[in-house]
């Protein structure tokens, strides 16, 4: 257990619609980031806050944004999904913000649209 | 553009059998190279981070060392419980940095 929360921890929705993914980090880490898992394309980083701002973008679409809460809990908003959104989506969780420090994954959600 | 290649996709050892995967990289400036364990349908788990050429580092049966083209997780008489997909990540770029996986490699250990 690497003290990072994921919730739900599946999700089935249909396309066009928007849903909120939601992190806990572990505690002490001030860093969140998000990432999406598909089969084709791997593990690809979205996006990275620290003590609520964001710190670096990766490749995360217009149709998709996040936000720390002053708490440092995060959510991802998905919107406008499409078929292709289809994926796990994992946050990960570090002390530090200067960079791409060694993080803590939790268990991630199961995304379906159908 | 930042690319990682890890080789081979999928390697099958038996137990006790060591061997090496390999971490290619291509990157602009590279800060960091992180090695994780990715056991079906859970989240990475940190194992190394790299941060210059010749540096290594040890956890039970595993080393990762690095060199400025790529990096080596070796496996020492690996164990069933080493079965895994091992994933590697380099860090480069300033403020706005960059975090690019592999798609990482398929252990399979058979007792």
């Known amino acids: 257990d690497s003290g990072v929360t994921q919730t739900p921890k599946h999700l089935i929705t249909a396309t066009g619609q928007r849903v909120t993914l939601r992190c806990s980090p572990r505690s002490g880490d001030l860093s969140v980031y998000w990432y999406q898992q598909s089969l084709d394309q791997g593990l690809q980083f979205l996006i990275q806050y620290y003590n609520g701002e964001e710190r670096a973008k990766g490749n995360i679409l217009e149709r998709f944004s996040a936000q720390q809460f002053p708490d440092l809990h995060s959510e991802l908003n998905l919107s406008s999904l499409e078929l292709g959104d289809s994926a796990l989506y994992f946050c990960?969780?570090?002390?530090?913000?200067?960079?791409?420090?060694?993080?803590?994954f939790g268990p991630g959600t199961r995304l379906t649209v159908t | 553009e930042d690319q990682v290649t890890q080789s081979p996709e999928a390697l099958r050892l038996q137990e006790g059998e060591s061997s090496s995967l390999n971490c290619s990289y291509t990157v602009s400036g590279l800060r960091g190279l992180f090695w994780y364990r990715q056991d079906p349908g859970k989240g990475p788990e940190f194992l190394f981070t790299?941060?210059?050429a010749g540096e290594e580092k040890e956890k039970e049966r595993l080393k990762a060392t690095l060199t400025k083209k790529e990096s080596f997780l070796h496996i020492t008489a690996p164990k069933p419980e080493d079965s895994a997909t091992y994933l590697c990540?380099?860090?480069?770029?300033?403020?706005?940095?960059?975090?690019?996986f592999g798609k990482g490699t398929l252990l399979t250990v058979n007792p």
């Open positions: 990540a380099v860090w480069s770029g300033g403020s706005n940095y960059k975090l690019t």
């Open positions: 990960a969780s570090s002390v530090g913000g200067q960079g791409a420090r060694e993080q803590y």
């Open positions: 790299l941060y210059s």
